[in-house]
């Protein structure tokens, strides 16, 4: 049994995503890794930051992110699905540039998958998720955050990244250009696996999580509506130690100090 893993990355020196530990916490489950990275801005490190890890399992694939062919952030799936397309493994692990996994769970997901293997009714796999807040300390359990995602895959041509990348879709004769396909769409028939995948997408400085926030909001509604909506320069978390914001029981061991 073969596992690959893939993702897609840009300008994550500028907008301080932790790709370098979220690929270094799955890296040992997996025979490969590939990487869809974007056009960076001119001065930001990600090339480097990824060079970095020194692992013959990697492969980096150069993009340009075409917003305007792929808008509504729909250009996140289409650079996912270019990864994917990449992969040769049975088994595909998509981690995206903020998430980690634990190493207590490495057992866990392989023994998942070498049991599902030969039952190709399931066609992936179901994590639940541990969302961090504003530090490593706090989660977000409130019902703003999702609770479980698809993460792991079967290799099946039929079976894309969809919408804003958050999941993925079952798309018969798929032809790569509207990843919020309606009709002739199927949610995948998944299995639970008992991990987890660690979520710090909320994690930064507050003036990193408002660029983040920024270009987030400009991808999915367009430069006019982040102009009017987004003027401050600071992202405020609020009092993190309020409900539904809990300390978390775990963290992965490969966070940033």
Same mark, same amino acid.
């Given at each position: ?29 997996? *025979? $490969?890794? !590939? ?12 090339? =480097? @930051? +990824? ?46 540039? *903020? $998430?980690? !996994? ?12 070498? =049991? @599902? +293997? ?140």
């Amino acid at each position: 049994m073969r596992i690959s893993g893939f993702t897609f990355i840009r300008n994550a020196d500028k907008l301080d995503y932790p790709i370098k530990e979220s690929i270094q916490s799955v890296l040992p489950l997996l *025979d $490969e890794f !590939i990487i869809a990275m974007g056009d960076n801005d001119e001065g930001d490190t990600t090339f =480097e @930051l +990824l060079q970095s890890i020194n692992s013959p399992k990697i492969k980096i694939i150069n993009t340009v992110w075409d917003t305007v062919a792929f808008p509504k952030a729909q250009v996140y799936a289409q650079q996912t699905d270019l990864a994917r397309s990449h992969c040769t493994g049975d088994w595909l692990f998509y981690i995206q540039g *903020d $998430e980690v !996994i634990h190493e207590k769970d490495y057992a866990t997901i392989r023994n998942r998958c070498e =049991e @599902l +293997l030969p039952n190709t009714a399931i066609e992936g796999l179901l994590f639940k998720y541990f969302h961090f807040w504003g530090d490593y300390w706090h989660q977000n359990r409130s019902h703003s955050a999702y609770g479980q995602e698809i993460r792991i895959i079967r290799n099946h041509p039929d079976i894309h990244s969809y919408g804003d990348a958050q999941g993925f879709r079952r798309i018969p004769n798929f032809d790569g250009k509207n990843f919020r396909l309606k009709e002739g769409v199927y949610k995948l028939n998944v299995a639970r696996v008992n991990a987890g995948i660690y979520h710090y997408g909320w994690v930064r400085p507050p003036d990193f999580m408002m660029r983040k926030r920024k270009m987030s909001n400009t991808l999915h509604h367009g430069q006019s509506t982040t102009t009017e909506n987004f003027a401050a320069t600071i992202f405020d978390y609020g009092p993190v130690g309020r409900k539904p914001i809990l300390k978390a029981h775990i963290r992965p061991s490969c966070k940033r100090e």
